[in-house]
């Protein structure tokens, strides 16, 4: 039995869970987020979570500590930078899991992770911040091709209008004057 515990071993020795959590943890740290199975997904959450709160104090120690856990100094050195100054005001919960269905192969479950304030379609950091919300009263289709046939219509009575201006019977300049002004 299991009793108390907490830690999925995901069907790995000790050692090479460690060494998968080490390198799921840089590669979510280096790209911003990674498609996994659910279970890795879970895991890595409970792994990488403790590191990204060590990074928001930058010291020597602490550095080494997220090293140990790490292995790769490329994803030490974006912890400590970008990522620890975007996630600088958040008390935690810096992951987000979206499942993503069953896996063709094997029916896994599969999943993205993603560091949260890196996902700007969530965090409404992108283009729309400075934008106000209009309420929409009908479809935009609907009224392109009301506006496309007024202006057809308006088009045709232009093209009449100027075939009404010349007349062949009239020349000379009772013609110029007889011309109704447009």
């Known amino acids: ?21 080490s390198k799921l943890a840089g ?18 959450r409970v792994y990488v979570e403790p590191l990204i709160t ?10 080494r500590v ?7 100094k490329d994803a030490v050195k974006e912890l400590f930078g970008p990522v620890s100054e975007k996630i600088a005001a958040r008390p935690g919960g810096y992951t987000r899991i ?17 560091l949260v ?7 409404n950091q992108g283009s729309g911040v400075g934008k106000k919300r209009r309420t929409r009263r009908g479809s935009g289709v609907k ?4 506006e496309s046939a007024s202006a057809e219509a308006k088009g045709a ?16 300049e009772n013609a110029k004057e007889d011309k109704p002004e447009a």
Request: proline share 1%; net charge positive.
């Open 117 to 123: 304030d890196f996902n700007e379609i969530y965090t």
């Open 1 to 21: 039995m299991r009793h108390g515990v907490k830690l999925n071993h995901l069907g790995r020795t000790s050692s090479h869970r460690k060494a998968l959590l």
């Open 98 to 114: 979206i499942k993503l269905g069953t896996r063709l192969g094997d029916a896994a479950e599969m999943a993205m992770i993603e």
């Open 157 to 172: 009575a232009a093209d009449e209008v100027e075939v009404e201006d010349v007349k062949p019977e009239e020349s000379g």
């Open 27 to 44: 590669d979510l740290i280096l790209h911003k987020r990674i498609i996994t199975t659910l279970a890795k997904a879970k895991a890595l």
């Open 143 to 146: 009224k392109k091709a009301d």
């Open 66 to 72: 997220v090293f140990s856990y790490l292995g790769d």
């Open 54 to 63: 060590k990074s928001k104090e930058n010291t020597t120690h602490q550095r």
